[in-house]
């Protein structure tokens, strides 16, 4: 059994080392689902960059949302023979007829940020992020912020249902379970978005006290956050003293308000997902290395110590 | 005299439901009413519902006169997002706040064209010709930001999502004064009854002399310059355009406001005071739930419910059996009286 | 005729609408057998009677007997299952489904839940052979005449009901022939047992099929009569409450217009409408229109008016050429137009009699010059006194009222422009004896007044007491113009039926 396994593996890295014949990817084609969001489109940015910086030459198709777009790109790749393809799925069914066909074409798919629902044998890695895991973080830095002292948090969730405001949501409350001090007091959704994050927000303050009540917020993500800022400031709090502000994605605009102290914390979703996509591909493709299934990248912790506003001007340009 | 009395009973009903919501929210949460004065500016939840409520009321100014006249317009939103995306663009150029405001509110007045004329003149019905618009101009405030949430910090422009006059936030100020002026407009000249009559009967009032083409381009104009004020309020709400979701689904609420203010979807008597007073129902809902503390996976029940109870308290045999219920009554009181007389 | 059992027997029947009694103990009984008429102007009660027999009305007091028993129809629905149907002037069937479909609408014979096709085809070949109507059932409904979908209503009625069947001026819009053709229907039916109700405008064909009769005036019963047992001119003076003074001429006007013509049409027409026509429109004259229903007359009226606007040809005033390719441009050079279908073209039912009223003088004042409320309610209440209008309120919804007051209100709309040429299409159709007449007199005092005007009539009784020119058209073209003495009924006639006209139709 084990025999023909070593048997397998050494077959497979002959084939990959013929498929392969300078052994660093050339031509590599990205499908992505579009430009629905800022984070989105600097993760193109990124992709476009990181393909540059290692001599890669990138075939970029953008499939405005429409998976059928998706797969024709895909075809296209194959038929261009390109040397690996990078996919962003926009759902997560359907694959298996085109990444059977690259896979009969031995051309490398690797998924960035969203996973599929196929067998695991007709792509090579998935890269992405854990959600739980960036709401550990989150919850993480508030227990050792607060410390002993008593401390009401309000919450701000995702579009209710999604799957980054359930893993978040859970993910905060793993990191703050045991520490008896911390509790969320309020928690209602603000759908991800500025005016619906500042609107409930609102209703918090006035709920709890003029917002007295309140120690800590976490935010499901930056731009509800943001607009939460405003409303404390306009109730006549100090956003980031008053009242600790957590959330997460790390989008430039959060780090021009933790530049001016009125948010405290964020938890970085990295746009750079092609980096570690690139260093599986050059790995695999050199010396035959398989990566593991899933690549999870970094849920880096930003806090006001770590120069916000230098991040801001990193990040400013990636097309946020 | 007279006439004060009946526009008072054409919106008792309206105002007779908000008062019920207000009441119910004020149960759930006892210091609902508790208005303060903090940092200049009046504080409290009564406050919050006219502030919030801003966009849905402009939007259903202009929603009410365009369904007197029997359409529809289910681009607002999205004429929204494409204001603002003008609003915040142009400010960044460098743009004065004058020129600003023009470009936005001129988007609106566009959106509006293109959109009286789809209905007007090409004879295309009009949730059809205005959904063109619903999912295109989501597409077009998009290009205008780039994909991105468009941020500004003018102190001119965000003084009209944030700013106060007499502790009252701004956007409370534009939405009365807007429904004020288009009343009064629409009830002291005749464009009011020249509405209702394309809306009850298109053909015979052309046939009347009624210019009946500029009229409806007219009230689609109408309802996209509220819409644009809308969306110009949204984004200096938040200091950016936020492209993919400023007025998302709003109108749909719109919608709802005017109907809950009692005007027929069939066209024909409208009141922008009752749509007004429509979308503060709305408002206070969203608001109540909030405040409750509920779970959010109970908002839309929530909201779902209170409206069905509201339109079918108001439905056409409710209404019947209420004032078939009234009449029974009295005469049987007078016959009551006649007996022992 | 026997004098049998009373099949439906109202007693005290009392309908009360917000401002007006509709019905004020109103008696009514129907035999089986019979065919009983019920009568009365406009607004005299007798749609609200109909309506209360019926279901689509509750009554307010009163007993509806039938068959001596005691009922209480919520809907029409329920009347229909206790036996009473009912056949509205407007045809309540669905023009886009198949004649055999209307037929079985509801009840469609199925078998696991799917319709039958061939069964219910079947089954209406059956069911209209008992009227003598050998149709094709396959075929949509509105590829039949009004004639004929008014019997398949009845039939569909007869079929549901079939104790009592109540026929709301089911002749309207009928000619000769098809009136025939409907009362050998409705005979066979008073044969076969049913008690029916006949409501009708035309006092010919009520005393042709009634065998009893029942008058109503402003919500009262004035009397209830054997046919046989009373005269034309009883029964007008029952109507009216009041003598008519029967003036008829057998010629048309002698008072000839002279003097140069005020509006001068030439070579107007539109292609597949109306064939180019030229007409000379003087001061104070009175022109005619006759001809059969879809000859061009209304067209004619949508040419002048702008409404279907002219493609050659023009017309011109004193002053120079008129523009005329919308009703906004006729309505700029003074003209007014009163369309044939009040309902769709002319009433704004919803608003109130005061807005229906003022809206063609508000139009064309502009939006911005709302007229002052105490001027509009000052000239409203001129008109409702002056035409007679019969209404509680001039608030009330125009749609309330019955047809003859809409009529006023149009006619009133128009008056209210000052207009110098007005347009009447079928001013009289469906309107009782008494507006009838005032109508007459209304357009001869226009004239005197030196309003021009056109009337399109398919009464040529009507025509020939009030105009100076009749047109004839025939086929979408202007055929004859008669004058003075040339307007007798026979002439008209004689234009119409006339044979060898020039080519083809425009």
């Known amino acids: 059994m084990q025999c023909s396994k070593t048997w397998i593996g050494l077959g497979a890295l002959l084939m990959a080392a013929l498929a392969a014949p300078a ?11 579009g430009s629905e969001s800022g984070w989105r489109a600097a993760e193109t940015t990124l992709t476009r960059m990181q393909a540059e910086e290692r001599g890669i030459t990138l075939k970029f198709a953008d499939a405005q949302q429409k998976q059928e777009n998706q797969i024709k790109a895909l075809r296209s790749f194959i038929a261009q023979d390109v040397d690996a393809i990078l996919l962003a799925p926009v759902v997560a069914t359907g694959w298996d007829s085109v990444l059977r066909e690259a896979k009969e074409a031995d051309i490398p798919v690797i998924l960035l940020d969203r996973m599929v629902d196929a067998p695991e044998d007709l792509y090579l890695t998935a890269v992405g992020s ?191 | 005299m007279n006439a004060g009395i009946r526009a008072l009973g054409r919106i008792a009903p309206q105002l007779a439901t908000l008062a019920a919501i207000l009441i119910l929210v004020a149960a759930v949460f006892p210091g609902f009413f508790d208005i303060s004065l903090a940092n200049g500016r009046l504080y409290g939840s009564p406050i919050d519902i006219l502030n919030r409520g801003a966009p849905v009321a402009l939007l259903a100014i202009g929603m009410t006169l365009v369904i007197a006249t029997r359409g529809i317009d289910l681009s607002v939103g999205a004429v929204m997002a494409i204001s603002g995306a003008v609003a915040a663009s142009a400010i960044a150029q460098g743009l004065g706040l004058a020129a600003t405001l023009a470009l936005a509110l001129g988007a609106g007045l566009l959106c509006g064209i293109w959109n009286g004329i789809l209905v007007a003149v090409l004879g295309i019905q009009p949730i059809v010709a205005t959904l063109i618009l619903m999912v295109a101009g989501r597409g077009i405030a998009q290009l205008i930001t780039e994909g991105a949430i468009l941020t500004f910090s003018h102190p001119g422009l965000l003084f009209i999502g944030g700013g106060t006059i007499a502790g009252l936030p701004m956007p409370v100020f534009i939405w009365i004064i807007t429904g004020l002026l288009v009343g009064l407009i629409v009830r002291r000249t ?145 016959k009551e009286e006649s007996a022992f007389s | 005729m026997l004098e049998s059992q009373p099949l439906l027997c109202a007693r005290a029947v009392t309908k009360v609408f917000p401002g007006t009694v509709a019905l004020d103990g109103v008696d009514f009984t129907l035999r089986a057998g019979e065919v009983h008429a019920l009568l009365g102007e406009n607004g005299a009660g007798k749609s609200t009677l109909i309506k209360c027999l019926s279901g689509a009305l509750r009554r307010d007091d009163g007993d509806i007997l039938l068959e001596g028993k005691a009922i209480d129809p919520r809907s029409t629905l329920e009347a229909q299952d206790l036996g009473i149907g009912c056949v509205y002037q407007e045809v309540n069937l669905l023009p886009n489904l198949t004649v055999a479909e209307n037929l079985f609408l509801g009840h469609q014979p199925t078998r696991f839940g799917m319709v039958r096709t061939r069964v219910m085809n079947e089954k209406a070949r059956a069911c209209l052979a008992q009227y003598d109507l050998d149709i094709d059932v396959t075929r949509n409904l509105d590829s039949y005449s009004v004639a004929i979908r008014q019997v398949i209503a009845i039939a569909r009625a ?43 405008h035309f006092l010919d064909q009520v005393f042709e099929i009634s065998d009893s009769l029942t008058i109503l005036r402003n919500g009262q019963l004035v ?10 001119v009883q029964l007008v003076n029952m109507m009216l409450g009041r003598e008519l003074q029967q003036e008829t001429r057998s010629t048309g006007r002698t008072d000839v217009r002279t003097g140069s013509p005020a509006i001068r049409f030439r070579s107007f027409g539109r292609a597949r409408r109306v064939a180019p026509f030229d007409l000379d429109i003087r001061e104070g004259e009175v022109i005619g229109m006759a001809g059969l229903l879809g000859s061009g007359r209304t067209e004619t009226a949508e040419l002048l008016f702008g409404i279907a606007p002219h493609d050659s040809g023009s017309a011109e005033d004193g002053e120079g050429r008129l523009r005329l390719d919308s009703p906004r441009a006729a309505i700029a050079h003074g003209f007014g137009f009163c369309p044939e279908d009040r309902k769709s073209d002319g009433i704004i039912g919803d608003l109130s009699v005061r807005e229906n009223i003022i809206l063609a003088l508000q139009a064309r004042l502009g939006w911005m010059r709302a007229l002052p409320a105490r001027e509009q309610a000052a000239m409203v209440k001129d008109f409702i006194r002056k035409l007679d209008i019969r209404t509680s309120d001039m608030e009330k919804p125009v749609g309330q009222l019955s047809g003859g007051n809409q009529q006023k209100v149009i006619l009133a709309r128009w008056l209210a422009t000052n207009p110098r040429f007005l347009i009447l299409d079928e001013p009289t159709r469906g309107i009782d004896v008494g507006a009838h007449a005032e109508i007459i007199r209304l357009i001869e005092d226009l004239c005197e007044k030196g309003m021009s005007l056109l009337v399109i009539s398919s009464e040529f009784d009507e025509l020939v007491t009030y105009s100076h020119r009749v047109i004839v058209v025939r086929d979408r073209r202007h055929v004859a113009e008669l004058t003075g003495a040339e307007i007798t009924t026979e002439s008209m006639v004689a234009s119409i039926a006339a044979t060898g006209s020039q080519g083809d139709a425009a």
């Open chain 1, 23 to 33: 052994a660093m990817a050339q031509t590599v084609g990205f499908s992505q689902i």
């Open chain 1, 130 to 320: 854990d959600l739980v895991h960036e709401g550990r973080v989150a919850g993480q830095w508030l227990v050792e912020t607060v410390g002993d002292k008593p401390c009401n948090i309000v919450e701000l969730q995702g579009t209710t249902g999604s799957s980054p405001a359930i893993d978040r949501k859970a993910g905060f409350e793993q990191a703050i379970a045991g520490h008896e001090n911390l509790k969320i007091i309020r928690s209602q959704t603000g759908d991800f978005t500025r005016a619906k994050g500042k609107e409930v927000m609102e209703s918090f303050l006035k709920a709890e006290n003029g917002g007295r009540n309140i120690c800590a917020l976490y935010a499901h993500n930056d731009d509800m956050a943001v607009g939460a800022i405003q409303a404390i400031k306009e109730a006549g709090l100090k956003p980031g003293q008053d009242i600790l502000i957590v959330s997460i994605d790390a989008v430039p605009d959060i780090f021009l308000a933790m530049a001016a102290g009125e948010a405290n914390a964020t938890v970085e979703l990295t746009p750079n997902m092609a980096g570690p996509a690139f260093d599986a591909l050059e790995a695999y493709l050199k010396n035959g290395t398989v990566p593991p299934k899933f690549i999870q990248t970094e849920s880096k912790l930003y806090t006001q110590n770590d120069d916000p506003a230098a991040v801001y001007e990193q990040k400013k340009n990636l097309g946020y």
């Open chain 2, 190 to 334: 005749a464009l009011g009854l020249l509405i209702e009559s394309i809306g009850v009967n298109l053909r015979a009032s052309r046939l009347a002399g009624i210019n009946t083409k500029i009229l409806l381009v007219a009230v689609y104009m109408a309802s996209g310059l509220c819409a644009a004020m809308a969306g110009v309020i949204a984004a200096a709400d938040i200091r950016g355009a936020d492209a993919n979701n400023a007025g998302l689904w709003l109108e749909l609420d719109a919608i709802l406001a005017v109907v809950i203010g009692g005007t027929s979807l069939l066209g024909g008597r409208f009141s922008i005071l009752a749509s007004l007073i429509g979308a503060m129902i709305i408002q206070s809902v969203n608001t109540g739930i909030l405040l409750s503390g509920f779970p959010p996976e109970f908002n839309l029940l929530i909201k779902a419910t209170i409206i069905l109870i509201i339109l079918v308290l108001q439905s056409p045999r409710m209404v019947a059996a209420f004032r078939a219920g009234r009449r029974v009554r009295k005469t049987a009181e007078a």
């Open chain 3, 158 to 200: 007869v079929s549901l009901s079939g104790k009592v069947l109540i026929l709301d001026e089911p002749t309207a819009s009928l000619d000769a022939h098809e009136v025939a053709m409907l009362f050998k229907v409705v005979r066979s039916l008073r044969d076969r047992g049913l008690g029916i109700v006949f409501i009708s």
């Open chain 3, 223 to 232: 009397g209830s009569e054997r046919a046989a047992n009373i005269d034309r």
